[in-house]
């Protein structure tokens, strides 16, 4: 459902930023839609409820998340798959909310979209290995034909990168839970990443605010904004404090999983 453990930490740290829809009107006073900063990133549900953070990734048919394996499927532990989430809570029929803010419910301005299958290495299922703690997701085009990624907008989701190395100025995007963020709006850090000391084969970054709920949060190398998206190295796995983040580097194995969910 949401990172990992989360211990008490100061929101002041230096490195968050939060993104806030920008309000703007036209020359005849009225109000035009809001910007969407991050529109390939939002709210992956669990019957209809926030449960993680998830985000477009480019592909061939428009039609891969990227999240977190914790987020979609139970650790397994030697050998054998497990039964619940880390939280001991059934995860659910997944769907997702590209670009969710709000209080409450929230709006969903680019739709829900249907998780039809989940991608995930049999290193987390078997073993709970962290460092295979990603997964993709298939969502199924809307009523009308419309892909995910034609939704978000062309040009807007990042390219997935297979190897990519442990320091890299990154853009990271997530969705704390309402407890801590009850305008349901994003919070994002642009930092750089390193090998994490307790577990060098993870990546690390330190950024306030990225509490419960952000879960398989992008972590965006290269990305120079609006139709400059960058390169996706990863998504967030887990942490000690809101502000000690930390993610499995992407490899060959997370490229196989995105290929066969690009295939739909």
């Known amino acids: 459902m949401s990172k990992p453990v989360v211990l008490g930490a100061s929101a002041a740290a230096a490195g968050l930023v939060a993104v806030a829809a920008v309000v703007a009107f036209d020359s005849a006073g009225a109000e035009k839609p809001e910007a969407m900063p991050f529109p390939t990133v939002g709210v992956l549900m669990a019957n209809g409820e926030h449960w993680c953070t998830a985000s477009v990734v480019d592909s061939p048919k428009g039609n891969v998340v990227a999240t977190a394996a914790h987020c979609v499927a139970p650790a ?28 409450g419910k929230g709006s969903q301005p680019l739709g829900r979209w249907k998780v039809s299958a989940i991608h995930v290495d049999d290193r987390w299922t078997k073993w709970g290995d962290d460092t295979a703690d990603f997964a993709f997701l298939t969502v199924e085009p809307d009523k009308n034909g419309r892909t ?68 398989g949060s992008p972590w965006i190398a290269d990305r120079g904004g609006p139709g400059s998206p960058g390169r996706l190295i990863a998504v967030l796995s887990g942490g000690d404090t809101d502000v000690d983040s930390t993610a499995a580097l992407f490899d060959g194995r997370a490229k196989a999983l995105y290929e066969r969910a690009a295939r739909g």
């Open 76 to 103: 397994g532990e030697d050998g054998t798959p497990g039964e619940v989430a880390h939280d001991g809570l059934a995860i659910g029929e997944l769907s997702f909310a590209p670009a969710f803010s709000g209080e």
């Open 148 to 215: 995910l990624q034609q939704a978000v907008g062309d040009g807007e989701a990042p390219i997935p990168d297979w190897a990519s190395g442990y320091e890299r100025d990154v853009t990271v995007v997530g969705y704390p839970d309402s407890a801590f963020n009850p305008k349901n709006r994003p919070v994002s850090c642009t930092t750089q990443t390193a090998h994490d000391t307790e577990d060098p084969n993870m990546l690390h970054i330190s950024c306030a605010g990225f509490w419960t709920g952000t879960s």
